[in-house]
């Protein structure tokens, strides 16, 4: 494992010098990099950019999980129910079915059926899909 992560740490620093070099000069004329500068480079934009943690599987999804269930554990039945009620008939944006009811109504009462003004991309009540009507 560790000769593989060496042999990957080789190949970006060679990568990062070759790409510099024939990028940064024509376009910028910048001078040419060794490969020490390349691996400098890659190191200084990887603290700069990114930091150094785990990506991935092993990290944050498993993390978010494991964080959830302490908190499930700590939970009295009721605060599980009230979770769990508050949960339902969510969908994109957090946004439950009545509240998304609500806001298509308050559109449709601003801007009338299309949603604009001058009714631009409005349709007529023949062109609506079943889909756009729910």
């Not at 785990?54 to 964080?67: C, D, F, N, S, V």
């Not at 009811?101 to 899909?129: C, H, L, N, P, Y």
Request: net charge positive; charged share 30%; with cysteine.
């Amino acid at each position: 494992m560790v000769a593989m992560v060496a042999v990957f740490a080789v190949l970006l620093g060679v990568v990062v010098e070759h790409l510099w070099n024939w990028l940064m000069p024509g376009i910028f004329g910048l001078r040419r990099i060794t490969y020490w500068e390349a691996v400098g480079l890659l190191l200084l934009s990887k603290l700069l950019l990114g930091g150094f943690h785990r990506h991935g599987p092993r990290g944050g999804g498993r993390r978010w999980e494991q964080k959830m269930e302490r908190k499930w554990a700590k939970m009295s039945p009721e605060e599980r129910e009230a979770f769990r009620a508050g949960m339902k008939g969510r969908h994109g944006c957090g946004w439950s079915r009545e509240e998304k009811e609500q806001f298509r109504a308050a559109v449709r009462a601003r801007w009338g059926r299309g949603g604009r003004e001058d009714g631009v991309g409005e349709k007529s009540g023949a062109e609506t899909t079943e889909k756009e009507a729910i």
